[in-house]
């Protein structure tokens, strides 16, 4: 039996006012995506459902191997899923061509993980924000227009005008990560995704850097998807958290929510793995949820649910079965975000019947 997909869609219906609801920025809906050949393939998206709206922060997050890498790259039309369908502000960039998609492309954009990595080490400050002006020529059109936003992009994200003619050598790892932002904000983008963008930094600068995130959405109305490990990291910048696990989603909803409540015992688990300090400043760890085992294969995917293999609440229906989907105070707020999960036995809710 197919697992249950998890949706985390709204439709689009009429406002109060009688208006339409406009699409949301970005919407996937049951993507799939796998890769090799004949009976040897790996699942790396199974039925992914994911949005996100104008202006907020969706956080991405789950082990190595869970699909997010994957997802990223079919946000940012570097990948073609094989079944399911993407929309961006309603358009399937996936059917565009020529001046449609090269329009396309600059409404979204990538900060990466290591900022040293991913700029050109012969390249100056300026020479690095302005590179996507290369192919997208009308954004600033001409020499001069190019030196003045340059020095504009630098001073928004914290960095000194006099920095556009230095070399990534010679700046700290935040300073090569703001001017990464600058790059990815050089063409007025609707949506960035962020992979990792604080993971190779220490944490006084981390902190430093995702202010510079936090003032630029508010700023700007730039949206995110911020992929992570850090869990902390991920709470103090999303609107939603999206949770995955073996290439699908198994739980969603608005931050405080997945965080203080979580249904599915794989988020459990996570969030008790994440450190926390007392006031005496010592790391707590007493009550971390011990996993069983390995994250299974992703070319031999467990059958009824995929996390039962590691699951402490695991029972014979979660072989059998493919888990519902539960969704927490379903009535209590119509108008509020659902949070929803996929568990035969959801955390605080008592056992779902079959």
Not at 81 to 102: A, H, Y
Not at 106 to 131: C, K, T
Request: net charge negative.
């Amino acid at each position: 039996m197919p697992e249950t997909p998890l949706t985390d869609t709204t439709a689009a219906g009429p406002r109060a006012d009688g208006s339409a609801t406009p699409p949301p920025l970005l919407e996937v809906r049951g993507v799939t995506k796998s890769f090799g050949h004949g009976r040897r393939r790996l699942t790396a998206l199974d039925g992914v459902d994911v949005r996100v709206e104008r202006g907020e922060t969706l956080g991405l997050v789950g082990e190595s191997g869970c699909g997010k890498s994957t997802l990223a790259r079919v946000v940012l039309g570097l990948e073609r899923p094989d079944s399911g369908t993407v929309r961006f502000n309603g358009t399937d960039p996936f059917t565009l061509k020529g001046k449609e998609l090269l329009a396309w492309r600059r409404r979204v954009q990538m900060v990466f993980q290591d900022p040293f990595a991913s700029l050109n080490a012969r390249m100056s400050a300026a020479d690095l924000i302005g590179e996507p002006w290369r192919t997208h020529r009308d954004v600033v059109p001409t020499a001069q227009a190019r030196e003045r936003r340059v020095r504009e992009l630098l001073s928004l994200v914290g960095l000194r005008e006099s920095d556009a003619h230095r070399y990534p050598n010679e700046f700290s790892g935040g300073q090569r990560q703001r001017i990464g932002i600058a790059r990815a904000l050089a063409l007025d983008p609707d949506l960035i995704v962020c992979d990792e963008p604080v993971s190779a930094l220490d944490l006084s600068v981390q902190a430093q850097v995702l202010n510079v995130l936090s003032e630029l959405r508010e700023r700007l109305g730039v949206s995110y998807v911020f992929i992570s490990h850090d869990l902390s990291v991920v709470r103090h910048v999303s609107d939603r958290v999206t949770v995955m696990y073996l290439g699908k989603v198994i739980e969603h909803g608005p931050t405080e929510d997945v965080f203080d409540r979580p249904l599915h015992p794989y988020t459990a688990a996570l969030m008790s793995a994440a450190p926390t300090l007392d006031v005496s400043g010592q790391a707590q760890d007493d009550d971390e949820i011990q996993l069983r085992g390995e994250i299974p294969s992703p070319f031999d995917i467990p059958s009824g649910c995929r996390f039962r293999t590691r699951c402490w609440k695991s029972e014979a229906r979660c072989a059998e079965l493919a888990p519902p989907v539960v969704t927490r105070d379903a009535t209590a707020d119509p108008g509020r975000e659902p949070h929803e999960g996929l568990c035969h036995f959801p955390l605080g809710t008592g056992p779902t019947e079959a």
